[in-house]
């Protein structure tokens, strides 16, 4: 919680739908005590950040997601949005690694085609 006082009664005049969906997009644990104010509500501030987290989100592959890598197949384990970082599982080295910056950069403008693994999925950045 961020220590203010009741937003929703101190400064808030138009009160934004806020919706557990947006507490999910941002990686927040969906226990109500975490992502609810002492109001009982959820959390104003869900709103303000919920666009930027969709957008930076739509640059990141999905967890579950399989990615080549110069290692072999990675399946993504784990993504932080903020930090911009990718945890894949590699099983062939039995191993995971963490991508970021450059290397994450590098690596997702090179995943242009579906693979098998994802059969049906579109390329990212076609627009239907």
Known sequence: HCGRELCCSTF???FAHV???MAKDQGLSLNPSKVSGRCGRLMCCLV???D????MRRSLPKVGQ????????GRVTRIDVLKRQVTLYLPKEERSLVLEGEALDALLA???TP????PGKRKRNDVH
């Open 52 to 55: 930027l987290y969709r957008q």
């Open 19 to 21: 919706s557990i969906r």
């Open 115 to 118: 693979h098998a693994s994802n």
């Open 48 to 50: 303000y950040e919920h």
């Open 110 to 112: 090179s995943e242009e």
């Open 66 to 73: 399989t990615i080549e890598t110069p290692e072999g197949p």
């Open 12 to 14: 808030l005049v138009d």
